[in-house]
């Protein structure tokens, strides 16, 4: 650290900054003394004393992530929920994670759902580039799964209630169709 030129060195995080004016403090060194042990100029440590002077502590520190940030395992329970069904609006997504135990706001899940929708351009960039062209017949086919509600509807609750998948509640149909001559 000491060979790079100060303007090169790692910049402290503003809580380390913290913990080596405290340091000094409890050490009583002098800001020479501080900042050659942490490889810094002296004008720095004077710098960082006069900002903890004259913006005080909270200021100082500023801390950048808030302490009522969900996890990440909760934007992803949203974007999972909002990607197997996409007709699902932010308050019905609340609604449902709320069935399960999490309590969200559907502001919060609008705020999710941004952050989601943000990289699209990166992803239509990249479907772009993977288009399947079927040069004669039966040569690429696709095949697709769907299911149709019968009169007693697809409505389903939480295990172990949940209704199965299947027949008397709906029919499976499955569809498979040449990309070149668009038979089914």
């Known amino acids: 650290m000491s060979r790079l030129a100060p303007q090169k060195r790692p910049h402290y995080l503003p809580t380390e900054r913290m913990a080596i004016l405290e340091l000094r403090a409890a050490r009583g060194w002098t800001v020479d003394q501080t900042a050659a042990a942490f490889h810094v100029t002296p004008l720095t440590i004077r710098e960082w004393m006069d900002r903890l002077e004259t913006e005080g502590t909270e200021k100082f520190l500023d801390f950048g992530t808030p302490v009522n940030k969900f996890p990440d395992f909760v934007r992803e329970a949203v974007r999972r929920l909002k990607a197997l ?100």
């Open 85 to 184: 069904c996409p007709r699902l609006g932010k308050r019905k997504i609340a609604e449902t994670l709320a069935r399960a135990g999490l309590h969200l706001g559907a502001t919060t899940v609008r705020r999710i759902l941004r952050e989601f929708s943000k990289p699209k351009a990166k992803a239509a960039a990249a479907d772009k580039e993977q288009v399947t062209i079927a040069k004669s017949p039966n040569e690429v086919w696709h095949a697709d799964l769907t299911t149709v509600p019968t009169l007693l509807g697809m409505w389903c609750t939480w295990l172990p209630f949940a209704l199965p998948q299947c027949w008397p509640f709906c029919y499976w149909i499955a569809v498979v169709m040449d990309h070149y001559s668009r038979r089914v």
